[in-house]
């Protein structure tokens, strides 16, 4: 009876441990990942500040440096001084005329003492006629100084422009000393240091927002459809006091395209084989590291 008893009780232990372990089984399993953005300089000089360290949080927009900007500061002024000559060259119109108005006035003045003259028989037809021939000429004189004046005035107006458009690059490149932080995150890496000459295109740092992270697992073929974008999924991590614990998590990718499989599968067992790549969304409490592993339940 007792002998009865004792196996009636492994069995009931065996089951009870096997279904511990059925519970525990993960249907996939990979690591976290996040969107990593390198930071790079976007002009040429030497860094004079940079309050970076990797582990800072920084936020976007966040000013964290600027590189030597003498060389572009010095260009803008250039530019400025000789938009200044440029436009010192600019002729008034009304000044330039005004000689010539003054001289028409008196001419329209002597045009009309003359017709009354001409209307009281006391001066000739000849004297009118000269006296109309002045103010034409002199109206003729102004119409022709005031276009080239102005024709002066417009190439003056032009070239301006032309420094206007070159005093907005000068202006881009002294914000391009200035280093801004793109985006919110945790700075991962720090490749440049005060002091060091940089370049255009030279990696300062590297961040990545670790708000959200991304679980990168893999799944058999069999288990597609068990699965869909934006499934609420748990992602089971280690823990120090319970061994594993589960966090909610979101499937936001799930690729089409199978790997690790040979270039020609030909029997059932190799299409068991083929894995395919999913990325599930957590939200991270800041226990959550990248490059720590996970598992994933459905």
Not at 5 to 11: A, M, V
Not at 50 to 62: C, K, S, T
Not at 126 to 143: F, G, P, T
Request: some cysteine; glycine content about 6%.
């Amino acid at each position: 009876m007792k002998t009865r008893l004792s196996l009636i009780q492994t069995g009931v232990i065996t089951l009870l441990m096997l279904g511990c372990n059925k519970e525990k089984e993960a249907d996939a399993s990979g690591m976290f990942e996040a969107v990593e953005t390198i930071v790079s300089a976007e002009a040429q000089g030497r860094i004079l500040n940079f309050n970076v360290n990797e582990g800072d949080e920084l936020r976007a927009g966040q000013s964290i440096g600027y590189i030597d900007s003498t060389q572009a500061y010095l260009n803008k002024l250039q530019l400025l001084q000789q938009q200044k000559a440029i436009l010192s060259a600019k002729p008034s119109v009304q000044t330039q005329l005004e000689a010539f108005r003054a001289e028409l006035r008196t001419a329209e003045s002597d045009q009309a003492r003359i017709q009354n003259l001409v209307s009281g028989d006391i001066a000739s037809q000849k004297q009118l006629a000269d006296a109309n021939s002045r103010v034409e000429v002199l109206r003729s004189k102004i119409a022709a100084q005031e276009s080239v004046l102005n024709t002066t005035n417009s190439s003056i107006t032009e070239n301006a422009a032309t420094v206007n458009i070159q005093l907005a690059l000068a202006e881009q490149a002294l914000l391009k000393c200035r280093i801004i932080n793109p985006v919110k995150g945790v700075v991962l890496a720090k490749y440049a240091e005060v002091n060091e000459v940089t370049g255009p295109g030279k990696p300062l740092y590297k961040i990545a927002d670790l708000s959200f992270i991304t679980l990168k697992a893999y799944v058999s073929g069999n288990q597609l459809e068990a699965i869909q974008l934006n499934q609420e999924v748990t992602v089971l991590v280690d823990d120090p006091n319970t061994k594993q614990r589960g966090v909610p998590g979101k499937i936001t990718w799930i690729s089409n395209k199978g790997e690790f499989t040979p270039k020609t599968i030909q029997t059932k067992n190799e299409r068991d084989n083929t894995v395919y790549a999913i990325k599930v969304m957590v939200k991270n409490d800041g226990s959550l590291k990248l490059g720590m592993y996970a598992e994933v339940r459905f």
